[in-house]
Structure formats: structure tokens, C-alpha cells
């Protein structure tokens, strides 16, 4: 079982930064393929960014192409999802995913962080 909890969230201008954190117990997180959604009010849930377990591959939605970044430090068991040029519409629920690399099936959810972004 692998708990995920995200953190990083907050109150942000228009055209600032964030850092989000999803870090992970009770398993490794380095055995998982590992995504970043979210979701904001009235809204389906919108996939963000991924990154694959090995680290050697990377996703990301359109509209967050070249302003947010995701990495991973295996020895911090945590994944980063790294976000400039915050737009208002960046406003979300963003949320953590984790999918076993040997068995997508097996997968879990944080409890998500709020970013608000002010115009």
C-alpha cells in the first residue's frame, strides 16, 4: 500500500512559480509511473505531466507544455512537478498519481493541494 501526500500548493500571482511535492510511504516510489492531475471546479480532472518510473521519459498536457517541468528524487521517494509562468486558469485541485511499472492496475491517489492563481 503507498500512501502519496501532496504539498507545495498555495496563493500565487499570475506569472509566478510553484513547486508541488508528492511524496510517497510504504512503498518505493522508483517502482512507479508516476502523474500529476487536476481539477478545478465544474471540470473534468485534466492529466498534467507524467513521468515514468525509470525516469527516462516524460509527459506533458498541452496546455502546461514548456511552463511546468516534472522530476523525481528516488533517494526522497518524492516526485516534483515544477510550474512558471502560472496562468489563472492553472487554478486547481492538483492531485498525485502513482501506477506500479509492473502492473498499472495496482495505483494510487494523494488527497491533492490547492493552487490558486490571482490575475
Known amino acids: 500500500q503507498v500512501q502519496l501526500v501532496e504539498s507545495g500548493g498555495g496563493l500565487v500571482q499570475a506569472g509566478g512559480s510553484l513547486r508541488l511535492s508528492c511524496a510517497a510511504s510504504?512503498?518505493?516510489?522508483?517502482?512507479?509511473?508516476v502523474g500529476w492531475y487536476r481539477q478545478a471546479p465544474g471540470k473534468e480532472r485534466e492529466f498534467v505531466a507524467a513521468?515514468?518510473?525509470?525516469?527516462?521519459?516524460?509527459g506533458y498536457g498541452d496546455t502546461v507544455k514548456g511552463r511546468f517541468t516534472i522530476s523525481r528524487d528516488n533517494a526522497k521517494n518524492t516526485v516534483y512537478l515544477h510550474m512558471n509562468g502560472l496562468k489563472p486558469e492553472d487554478t486547481a485541485i492538483y492531485l498525485c498519481h502513482a501506477g506500479y511499472y509492473k502492473n498499472s492496475a495496482q495505483d494510487y491517489w494523494g488527497q491533492g493541494t490547492q493552487v490558486t492563481v490571482s490575475s
Open positions: 510504504g512503498d518505493t516510489l522508483s517502482s512507479y509511473n
Open positions: 513521468i515514468r518510473y525509470s525516469g527516462d521519459s516524460t
